[in-house]
């Protein structure tokens, strides 16, 4: 390249050096410009002395707005005053565009004008660290399935039947003749993988037709679902655990400045050990009392509730069996007491709550049909699912994780609208 990258500064101190990139802040003061230039992967101050550059230069340091696109060339030296750590000398520069008056300026934006300008607001420096968690984790996770021996399968997005019950379903027409529906989770499917592969996971966008505002939901979000052959409930506990404190390690090896940038209290994030902590249903319902909430047992842990209990803690936390009546249909049941599934929800600290649902799932064929009967399931779109457990059944589970919830509590933000490029919600649509 005949330019380098700031994330390679380093490498070039005291040479000279071309840079592309955009102008997100500046100022002059007398025959010195400061220029306040990102290129995507790095940040830098550079500087103009009037008497050390051309005229043209000159002139078109001044015609300067804020997310001008330019090339810059000059020598790099090391500057502790700067909080980049580097200045660029420039000897030359090249306008490229010459922005527009930007609407996203420095005063204080509410959370609607942002979110209508997103496709400008995903430049700032708060929703970059933000998109770069997220990316580390994404890796992390294809990372820790690979050194574990899953193969990733790909789920189908266009679905004839409901994973997680119809309540939040969204509809397509397919092409005039019946109705599809975009996937709540391809759990399904991979189930059918493990026979063929033993340990598989996805990973993809699914679609929920979620009609309350919440911090928490999204229509669009992305995510992980995992599965294993021969894998019962404890197995499966302890891969989410292994993965999420993976997930944490390489966050906190590779993103500590974008946490910096994000304000996040990283000591949260350091004192996680393992094992995570532990609690039954029916012990988080006698916590829940005890701390204040009205819940009784039989009801679902709502989003305070999950607030209120995960505040106590300084690890995530399984809940673990719960109340077979309200989980899906396909989780076993727990042989010691058969009104429990053989499930867990991980929360996350701090008040984030659940982050994974996962369970064990039904491997045996007389009690599953009993199960979709009663449920009133359709055989013509489930039977194949049922079939899975008349070749070969083996006792397995697998887990599914939210990808926004994950970047959210790692960044410490409180809605997970931030946390996706481009979030689908209730009231948004665009851009
Ligand atoms: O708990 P859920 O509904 O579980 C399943 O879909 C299972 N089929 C997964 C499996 O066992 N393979 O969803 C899994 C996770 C939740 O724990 C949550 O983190 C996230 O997906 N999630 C959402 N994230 C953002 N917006 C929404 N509307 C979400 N609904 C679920
Ligand atoms: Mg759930």
Redesign the pocket.
């Known amino acids: 390249m005949e330019y380098i990258l700031l994330k390679d500064v380093e490498q070039y101190l005291n040479q000279e050096v071309t840079l592309k990139g955009w102008i997100f802040n500046y100022r002059s003061s007398g025959g010195i410009y400061f220029l306040q230039f990102r290129d995507g992967t790095g940040l830098v101050q550079g500087v103009v002395v009037k008497n050390s550059v051309s005229p043209k230069v000159w002139e078109d340091c001044q015609k300067i707005t804020l997310e001008t696109s330019l090339t810059l060339t000059g020598k790099i030296k090391s500057e502790k005053r700067s909080p980049y750590g580097y200045e660029i000398e420039i000897k030359d520069l090249k306008l490229i565009q010459i922005a527009e008056e930007y609407p996203i300026g420095k005063k204080e934006h509410g959370p609607e004008f942002l979110m209508d300008q997103r496709h400008l607001w995903l430049r700032s420096s708060k929703q970059w660290a933000i998109q770069k968690v997220r990316n580390t984790i994404i890796n992390a996770t294809y990372e820790y399935f690979n050194q574990q021996g899953f193969t990733k399968i790909d789920a189908p997005i266009l679905t004839p039947t409901a ?2 019950g119809t309540t ?1 379903l969204f509809e397509v027409d397919y092409f005039g003749k019946e109705k599809a529906y975009l996937s ?5 499917y ?1 189930e059918a993988a493990i026979f063929s592969h033993n340990r598989v996971f996805d990973f993809g966008p ?1 679609f ?1 037709a ?1 009609k309350s505002k919440t911090r ?4 669009e ?1 992305w ?1 992980m ?3 294993m052959a021969f894998a019962e409930h404890e197995e499966n506990m302890k891969v989410q655990e292994d993965l999420i404190y993976h997930i944490l390690q390489r966050v906190l090896e590779k993103n500590i400045e974008d946490l910096q940038i994000l304000e996040r209290d990283i000591s949260f994030l350091e004192k996680i050990d393992k094992p995570f902590n532990r609690l039954t249903y029916k012990e988080a319902i006698k916590k829940l009392g005890e701390l204040g909430s009205k819940i009784k047992l039989g009801e679902d842990l709502g989003a305070a509730d999950e607030t209120l209990l995960t505040k106590q803690y300084d690890r995530p936390i399984f809940v673990e069996k719960y109340p077979a009546q309200m989980k ?1 249909f ?1 989780m076993k049941h727990d042989p010691e007491d058969q009104d429990l599934a053989l499930c867990d ?2 929360l996350a600290p701090e008040g984030y709550g ?6 064990q799932r039904e491997d045996d064929y007389e009690i599953l049909l009993k199960r979709m009967q009663d449920h009133k399931l359709p055989m013509k779109d489930f039977g194949w699912y049922l079939d899975l457990r008349k070749y070969g059944s083996v006792p397995h589970s ?9 970047v959210a509590w790692t960044c410490g933000l409180k809605h ?1 609208r931030e946390t996706i490029p481009f979030p689908r919600m209730l009231t948004r649509l665009r851009p």
């Open positions: 994973c997680e939040t709540q989770s391809g759990q399904l991979i699914t929920r979620e928490r939901h999204l229509t979000f995510m679902d995992a599965e899906a396909y929800d991980l659940e982050i994974i649902g996962g369970s697998g887990f599914g994780y939210g990808l926004e919830r994950i997970v």
